[in-house]
Nanobody
């Protein structure tokens, strides 16, 4: 069982930056691929980015490529999402997720989810 807790959300002006963190419980964090997803108002949950268990491979949605960076520190059981150049359309609840397999862009592939953290970008 893995428990995930996100933090770092908030209100930021367009063009600004935020860094989200997701800390996992347990001693097998390094065995899990991690993903970030988001759900905007009135929208379905969508893929943002994912990182392999080792941190050596990443994938990004086209909408965030070049602006967002995912990273992880397995010694701290934490995955990060650095968000730069934020836009109003990035406003959403951001969720981290874990799966004990290769990374995936599909929400249904993930077994464990955090409670989410709100990111609001004002214009």
């Amino acid at each position: 069982q893995v428990q995930l807790v996100e933090s770092g959300g908030g209100l930021v002006q367009a063009g600004g930056s935020l860094r989200l963190s997701c800390t996992a419980s347990g001693r097998t964090f390094s065995s899990y691929a991690m993903g970030w997803f988001r759900q905007g108002p009135g929208k379905e949950r969508e893929f943002v980015t994912t990182i392999s268990s080792s941190g050596g491979s990443t994938t990004y949605a086209d909408s965030v490529k070049g602006r967002f960076t995912i990273s992880r520190d397995n010694a701290k059981n934490t995955v990060y999402l650095q968000m730069n150049g934020l836009k109003p359309e990035d406003t959403a609840v951001y969720y981290c997720a874990a799966r004990r397999a290769v990374r995936s862009e599909y929400a249904a592939a993930y077994n464990y989810w955090g409670q989410g953290t709100q990111v609001t970008v004002s214009s």
